[in-house]
């Protein structure tokens, strides 16, 4: 399913009409799914399978982007702190806890608040610059673990510089959980985007995204509740499956499974 999102995601804006166009806002909206529309139109005669496609591109490239910038700084701050300790630990280890403490949601919303117009390139580095908390902790429990292994140690011995040794056995032993930690991200993300989008602080209009469309059909969930369904269903079926993807990747990486 993954695949197959990722594949409409990318090929269907080509090969689909305009999902901005609205060739006849009178005649055209609110028409139910048939051949010519096999997700129907909107109120605005725009084509949905268009605009889920569409919508689909941005909310993907969203999520994989902002979650591999989460995963790298999350990654560099969890290894540092976990191998080098001391007060360096602890002033890391402070700064997640007190940003743990603070609701991702809350700030989200506070900082996109200030701006009419947000950008998608901002979003996703608000969203990424709020997502590392969690797989910083992660990474620091690796790299305590890791760091009194034999082959560390004999490393150390050899005179192995620190750097080396972060880039060359840590991090390496640290991929397993990492990819476990990103891949269930993505589907948080999209949940986080939808949202966001949902308030009016995602996405700026009038760009399609999964969480907009569904705000634009409030109106006309009676009158046409498939502009809202099938938007709807490209949400649980990419977070679904990402989810289920994580959890296998997370029972296949795991040694104690094996």
């Known amino acids: 399913m993954l695949a197959a999102m990722g594949t409409v995601a990318a090929v ?99 900082v996109l608040a200030v701006w009419e117009q947000v950008p998608i390139a901002v979003m996703i580095l608000l969203i990424g610059a709020t997502g590392w908390f969690g797989t910083g902790r992660l990474v620091r429990g690796e790299a305590l673990r890791l760091r009194e292994e034999s082959y560390v140690r004999a490393a150390e011995a050899l005179g192995a510089s620190r750097r080396r040794i972060i880039f060359r056995h840590l991090l390496p032993n640290t991929a397993g959980p990492l990819l476990v930690a990103a891949t269930l991200g993505v589907g948080d993300v999209i949940l986080l985007e939808a949202g966001l989008s949902f308030l009016g602080l995602g996405v700026p209009l009038p760009t399609a995204s999964w969480g907009g469309m569904i705000f634009d059909a409030k109106s006309v969930l009676v009158a046409a509740p498939w502009a809202g369904i099938f938007p709807g269903l490209a949400i649980i079926t990419t977070v679904l499956s990402a989810n289920l993807f994580g959890d296998a990747l997370r029972d296949a990486v795991d040694p104690r499974g094996a």
């Open 12 to 110: 269907g804006p080509m090969l689909l009409p305009d999902p901005l166009a609205q060739p006849c806002v009178l005649t055209c909206k609110n028409l139910a799914p048939s051949l010519a529309h096999l997700f129907g139109t909107d109120d605005l005669s725009r084509d949905i399978l268009s605009r889920v496609a569409s919508g689909g591109r941005i909310s993907l490239a969203v999520a994989i982007l902002s979650v591999a910038l989460s995963v790298t700084l999350g990654a560099s701050m969890g290894l540092v702190a976990g191998y080098w300790g001391g007060a360096v630990d602890a002033a890391l280890m402070r700064l997640v806890d007190a940003a743990l403490a603070i609701p991702r949601l809350f700030l989200l919303l506070l």
